[in-house]
């Protein structure tokens, strides 16, 4: 009778014990961030690896993402003579959202992971000890350089999958329906504006890209040092990013465009 | 400290895996410039007391005072600072699997001093010349073997010149040849250098040949403890029965568990079939 109550309880503990563990990371990572300075090769290559080696996955998508945008809201506007606006519907749909979104969906699954497992591995295989009993700490040397990375490679990835939909949107608007060019242009120019679209869509991308980062470190610190620990940390990155990603974003939305 | 003697001692230390007693109050003195063995049965709890020592696990009761310092009293900068002055030689050599050789050893060096390549390089040549691996510099540790990870590890663990060292079976996986080479070694670097050295190890013969005092540890306690040949001339039974490897005695080889009869006639199925 009162196990499942006792079991819920538990895991309502353990959820906020793990919950505190990584808010300490969290603070720690930011206490770090001063050892840097000394280590800015290592911030550039981590840099390299998180944000760099994701930009195939990341334009290949940003390009379909947008020329579907576009044929898929060609078919709706040109009922309403209102296809010269699909500038403005491609833009807006890509920097207020579907950029930041989706690249950082992208970024969970293709660094996140790999940070999750990279940093996992070492711990199985007392690297990390090792290097606590270097007297180097291992927040410091591994983690703050990797959060940094994700820190800054987040938004530009964003960015650029935004860029790169825009002009998937204008090859088929342009090039395959016969959307005017000029008209395509101008009324997303009229349309976009800095502050309130391209902003938002910044301080998005900036979130998604701290949690995210966050997440898949905490969990790579955190994993059991087995294999099976490392893999189950590993989907928990996946499947924990995507959700903060989605919930955040709800939130932020409301906060920036709703009328609440 | 009274005993500016004694650099590492253990009072009363008592530590516990959930409900298992690892240690159940440990008193070790390690003198300064001695070679201290550690040897017990295999999953008595070395490794562990190692990582007491090192103040990377936190004991339930009692202290571990490493250099007049408290280690578990310390706050983390003083705790690293104090580590500085420890090496320490991980069971599977622990070496950074992104970094070479060279890299490796050169890493605590890197970290903490602001030497020239120049002289670094000098500095990780002669390293790796002592454990007879100048030519592998080149190799990352994937591609090297189990013991000449370990060797590289060691050469690592001195790369700072540390006042102590903690070796964790320095020994397994060595040829004759390598073995001997890292037993002198380890007993040069400990008198030329005026180290402290701590070897846990299960190789009987190389052990009590270096070791200047020995603690045989089993059941959570110390049950014997003295010099090679007090050990040997010993009336211990726990002492007798490990020296000369017997089966018999009061040293458990099993782990605990329950009755033997009991459990093969229970049939119940262990954890590891249903899970994989
Ligand atoms: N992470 C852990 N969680 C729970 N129990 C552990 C853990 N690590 C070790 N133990 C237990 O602690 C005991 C001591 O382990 P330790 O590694 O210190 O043994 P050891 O003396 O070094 O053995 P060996 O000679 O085989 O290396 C073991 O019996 C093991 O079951
Ligand atoms: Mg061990």
Redesign the pocket.
Known sequence: MLDPIQNLGKSGLRFFERLGRACILFARILGGLHTLIPRLGLVIYQTYSVGVLSLLIIVVSGLFVGMVLALQGYNTLVDFGAEESLGILVALSLVRELGPVVSALLFAGRAGSALTAEIGLMKATEQLSAMEMMAIDPVHRVMAPRFVAGFFAMPLLAAIFSAVGVLGGYFVAVGVVGVDEGAFWSQMQDAVDLRDDIYNGVIKSVVFGVVVTWIAIFEGSDAI?TSEGVSRATTRTVVHSALAILGLDFVLTALMFGEI | MADNNILVKTRDLSFK??D?V?FDGVDIDIRRGSVTAIM??????????L?LIGGQLKPDKGSVIVDGENVHELRRSQLYQLRKRMGMLF?NGALLTDLNVYDNVAFPLREHTNLSENLIHKLVLMKLEAVGLRGARNLMPSELSGGMARRVALARAIALDPMMIMY??PFTGQDPISMGVLVRLIRLLNDALGLTSII?S?DIQDTLSIADEIYL?AGGKVVAKGSGDELKQSSSEWAQQFLKGQPDGPVPFH?PAEDYADDLLDGKPGRAQTRM
């Open positions: 040092p | 895996r959930g298992r690892i017990g049965p295999s999953g008595t709890g070395k490794t562990t007391l990582r069971q964790d079976e846990v299960h540890l782990f």
